[in-house]
């Protein structure tokens, strides 16, 4: 399994940007695929996944109705479109793949089984 993000950088605050997450070694038939976060000093944060089995999205309550993640399974490539960006976004963004869609577990952050190198994303005010 190999994950490479691309696509972060830096945005004024209520700016755009596309991650992309190119898949391979596996299908989104197999694993679900998430987008996962983690600013300096703080704890990874569980962003977005798509569920392998029913396509089923979950979000972050601190991104619902900002970011929108999807999949094409003819590239073997996942999105995640970031809008109305704020600056407590800044992070690295993880792509991960996971034979479960989840964000967390217990109050804890889930832990997927396959990462990414991450892209950094910087939100000016």
């Known amino acids: 399994v190999q994950l490479v993000e691309s696509g972060g950088g830096l945005v004024q605050a209520g700016g755009s940007l596309r991650l992309s997450c190119a898949a391979s070694?596996?299908?989104?038939?197999?694993?679900?695929i998430g987008w996962f976060r983690q600013a300096p000093g703080k704890e990874r944060e569980g962003v977005s996944c798509?569920?392998?089995?029913?396509?089923?999205?979950r979000y972050a309550d601190s991104v619902k109705g900002r970011f929108t993640m999807s999949r094409d399974a003819a590239k073997n490539t996942a999105y995640l479109q970031m809008s109305r960006l704020k600056p407590e976004d800044t992070a690295v963004y993880y792509c991960?793949?996971?034979?479960?869609?989840?964000?967390?577990?217990?109050?804890?952050?889930?832990?997927?089984?396959?990462w990414g190198q991450g892209t950094q994303v910087t939100v000016s005010s």
């Open positions: 991960a793949a996971d034979p479960l869609c989840r964000l967390q577990v217990d109050g804890n952050v889930y832990e997927f089984d396959y």
């Open positions: 798509i569920s392998s089995a029913d396509g089923t999205i």
């Open positions: 070694g596996f299908s989104f038939d197999d694993l679900a």
